[in-house]
């Protein structure tokens, strides 16, 4: 996505969505191989040896049938695990979703035209939202660029769920809303919720059908900070989304049941293109230090962001800009395309605005103002402090590592992504003397609606490779045939999760029929094994590359003796968002860091000295 071209007038957005291939079901014995192979870095031989014969069973039996139920679903459905995935991996958790689920980021604009600076929040902002509304003008009009492995178009349907787009609270299972369509659908919402000082306001984007332009919006934009600049701070309702689902659920049925105006607001949020928020915060940042510029976007202030939004579009006092989104209707890299789309835009302007400066003759943004009664200011004060103790214990650091990039790593013959996914293994070793169990995105958008599959970075080979590089008796030539081993072990894996050929999407399936069939969960699920080596969602190493672009984004870890790893590689840099538990006392993200970067240098090392 580096020279991504963006704009496509011969192709149609959506045009391939129908004749992409179905998701394929693997085979089971295949999936049960590699599941068997993947456990093996954290077993020893007697633990091995049992995991081996309840597999074997399950291969024989109960397995089997659910794999032969699994591909009578395959038949009626085009992707077996869609449904099963958003509802299972999202709406049915209940655990605070703004802090435990969401993704976000900073902008990388402060590297070239935006440094940051007090005094220029609404002026940038304007020209960001300007871009951004460009973006869904594409995505309406079907002229976003269909992206391709090669020749190979890829699913667009996650860019249907940018815009316009909101997860609803149910008291044990969530859902999801979006009124998002093409121009050749109909009509689509194009009214805009920016959030400031607890206060919720809304305003079209759009006059005589055509975007307002950044002096046009810089003037909405001012109306609103001058009314709560003046006036009272409000009571932040959007606090509510940071709760516990449950709770959330429950006091939003309150909040309906007090007045139908309440009901016309959430319905204003829910359908709005997205949230702006008008942050207070001034976080720090540098080209080479992005750390609290990470923590804002993920743990920042909660009564300007609506936690359930497919997108809030964070704007900071000092002029700098972030992204806080909820995970469910779509993965990150949506959101990388939409940065680089306004990254490149404001690199080729100057980070300037060029056109007319007249503003045409717009109605003033509205304040939406809930009805609430004393019940709903506890609930609002409970959220928030429920979400500041869990943020303050939040630690994230996102460095730029610039002794080299991709560059130097592609003239080594080394592929650059899993040149830093051995380098962390290697870092998670040493530091906690032992593997650490990984889980690495892989995409399946060559699939309809396919989203991801779990790519499991410590092999065998891996952690072998890890103590021959921890073992002074090891020789250089030795590290570098074990090196070129879990290299090529990472490779097979990953380009078969892409193709349809994992298996942690498979197991799951096979989980999720057992439950649907009222059936006792098998006992591969209950075996140590399975947890162990990070089934379940309990990977230590909770990771995923970004991209080949300027955009970098952060999660917090999947488990509370985890990590969140998110990088992006450049041609001259590796840009790493590490997040991690203050209270953990196994954990330290800066550690951790520093052990990647002993990792890189090692490496490249290694590779230069046995080739001379």
């Not at 309840?54 to 009578?72: D, N, W």
Request: charge should be neutral; glycine fraction near 6%; include cysteine.
């Amino acid at each position: 996505m580096d020279n991504q071209i963006f704009v496509s007038k011969k192709e149609r957005t959506f045009q391939h969505q129908d004749s992409l291939p179905p998701l394929p079901v693997p085979l089971l014995e295949e999936s049960l191989e590699k599941y068997l192979d993947a456990v093996k870095p954290f077993l020893n031989e007697e633990e091995l040896q049992r995991s081996t014969e309840i597999v074997k069973r399950f291969e024989k039996g109960i397995g089997k049938q659910l794999h032969q139920k699994l591909l009578e679903r395959a038949k009626v459905r085009r992707n077996w695990l869609e449904e099963w995935w958003l509802i299972t991996g999202y709406l049915e958790v209940r655990t605070p979703s703004m802090l435990n689920v969401n993704f976000g980021g900073p902008g990388p604009y402060l590297e070239h035209f935006w440094p940051p600076k007090e005094g220029t929040q609404l002026e940038r902002t304007a020209i960001a939202v300007y871009h951004i509304l460009q973006f869904w003008k594409l995505l309406r009009k079907e002229c976003l660029a269909v992206h391709k492995a090669g020749s190979v178009p890829l699913d667009m349907n996650q860019f249907r769920m940018l815009y316009n787009t909101c997860k609803i609270p149910g008291v044990t299972r969530d859902s999801l809303v979006n009124y998002f369509k093409t121009e050749a659908e109909g009509p689509s919402p194009s009214h805009l919720v920016v959030l400031c000082r607890g206060r919720a306001f809304v305003f079209d984007t759009l006059l005589d059908n055509q975007i307002l332009t950044p002096p046009e919006l810089l003037r909405q934009l001012t109306y609103i900070r001058e009314c709560c600049n003046n006036e009272a701070e409000g009571p932040g309702v959007s606090a509510l989304t940071a709760e516990d689902r449950t709770r959330w659920a429950k006091t939003r049925e309150h909040l309906i049941s007090l007045d139908p105006i309440n009901v016309a607001i959430l319905d204003q949020i829910q359908s709005s293109l997205f949230i702006l928020s008008l942050d207070d915060a001034s976080p720090h940042a540098t080209p080479d230090d992005y750390s609290e510029a990470c923590l804002s976007a993920l743990t920042g202030n909660p009564t300007v962001r609506w936690g359930d939004k497919s997108y809030n579009c964070l704007s900071y006092s000092n002029g700098t800009l972030g992204s806080n989104c909820d995970h469910s209707p779509y993965d990150a890299m949506v959101m990388v395309s939409l940065c680089y789309y306004v990254d490149q835009n404001l690199v080729l302007e100057e980070g300037k605005w060029k056109g007319s400066t007249a503003v045409r003759d717009l109605s003033l943004p509205n304040e939406m103002v809930f009805v609430l009664d004393q019940s709903i200011l506890n609930d609002i004060e409970n959220a928030k402090q429920q979400y500041y103790k869990q943020a303050s214990d939040v630690q994230i650091v996102s460095y730029a590592f610039t002794g080299f990039g991709k560059s130097l790593i592609k003239e080594r013959k080394l592929h650059p992504d899993i040149f830093v996914q051995l380098a962390l293994q290697l870092a998670y070793y040493r530091f906690h003397g032992r593997p650490g169990s990984c889980y690495e995105t892989a995409t399946t958008r060559r699939y309809y609606h396919g989203r991801t599959e779990t790519m499991r970075p410590c092999t065998v080979e891996a952690v072998e490779w890890c103590r021959a590089m921890l073992d002074p008796a090891a020789s250089k030539m030795k590290r570098q045939q074990m090196m070129k081993i879990s290299f090529a072990k990472h490779h097979k894996l990953m380009t078969e999760c892409q193709n349809g050929r994992g298996f942690d999407r498979h197991l799951l399936g096979l989980l999720l029929i057992a439950k649907e069939e009222g059936l006792p969960v098998p006992k591969i699920f209950s075996d140590h094994a399975f947890t162990k080596s990070g089934g379940g969602g309990n990977f230590v190493l909770s990771t995923s590359l970004v991209g080949y672009t300027t955009i970098l984004g952060a999660v917090l870890p999947m488990v509370y003796n985890g990590y969140g790893f998110f990088y992006r590689i450049r041609d001259d840099r590796i840009v790493v968002a590490c997040s991690a538990w203050k209270s953990c006392p196994e954990t330290d993200a800066e550690e951790l860091y520093k052990g990647l970067v002993q990792s890189f240098h090692e490496m490249i090392n290694l590779m230069t000295t046995a080739q001379l």
